[in-house]
């Protein structure tokens, strides 16, 4: 302080006037003060809440904005975007940011990830990634859209590897969009049944009628199929058994899984 001919009077005043004889003495100042402190530790990053499926959307983004002005002391609410695939990765301005196509619970909705290059890792293509994001509206030629930026990302595995890596007679939380219901049942069958009987995971698995389900409600499917007897799976062929009728409220494999409460 004794340098400076005027400065701040708080710990947000970052402006001060120096006489430029002393700005030799003030640079070595500052690197004797720098060197002197400990590697400072990544703060903890505060999120809001989480959003569920079908929660990214342009009215959540209207409901944020009321909380504004945002700044110190008031910072602008961050979101949970939990258990996300990362469907597409397109590089705007030479690749200096990243447009991305997450799939979340069903749906497909696009966020922003700006100055690639801070980040220690970057999404890929067919990852599973917690996103930590912020909201904001756009609005062009009159248009209001929903815009998303990507504050923060974490890498994690997948539903359907969480499900795998269960223990005997344990469970795992799912939203209710990755619960198989009675239709989505009715269409594994006919698909098999469309198949002939008899295929591969990945020739069901691409089948048109259930191309769209997740790779989790499909598995826990099959394992109730293959659980009631219905079902004869072999390393990767399947076959379904003829006369066998399901109850379905019955399935272990079902009781693997807890639907989230809302």
């Known amino acids: 302080a004794d340098l400076f001919d005027h400065h701040g009077r708080h710990k947000m005043a970052a402006g001060f006037t120096i006489a430029e004889e002393n700005l030799d003495e003030l640079r070595d100042a500052l690197y004797d003060c720098a ?12 999120l809001d809440c989480a959003l569920r499926p079908g929660e990214l959307t342009l009215a959540t983004a209207r409901e944020a904005l009321l909380l504004e002005p945002c700044g110190s002391g008031n910072p602008a609410p961050l979101f949970l975007l939990e258990d996300a695939r990362v469907v597409g990765v ?19 909705v696009t966020a922003m990830l700006f100055s690639a290059d801070r980040f220690n890792e970057l999404p890929e293509r067919g990852g599973w990634y917690d996103f930590a994001v912020s909201l904001d509206t756009n609005v062009y030629q009159g248009a209001e859209s929903l815009s998303a930026h990507i504050r923060a990302l974490r890498r994690t595995v997948s539903p359907l590897e969480r499900y795998l890596s269960l223990p005997p007679g344990g469970q795992m939380e799912v939203d209710a969009s990755l619960y198989p219901g009675r239709e989505a049942f009715a269409a594994v069958f006919r698909a098999l049944r469309a198949l ?32 009631g ?33 809302k």
């Open 196 to 227: 002939g009987g008899a295929c591969t995971l990945a020739q069901l698995a691409s089948h048109e009628a259930i191309a769209a389900l997740n790779p989790l409600t499909l598995r826990v499917i099959l394992d109730v199929f293959e659980e």
């Open 90 to 108: 397109t590089p705007v301005q030479e690749g200096r940011h990243l447009r991305l196509q997450l799939e979340h619970g069903g749906a497909v």
């Open 35 to 46: 060197y002197s402190l400990p590697e400072p530790e990544t703060p903890p990053l505060l």
């Open 229 to 261: 007897g219905l079902l004869a799976a072999e390393s990767d062929r399947l076959a379904l058994r003829e006369g066998v009728k399901l109850t379905l409220e019955d399935a272990p494999a079902l009781r693997r899984l807890k639907i989230m409460q």
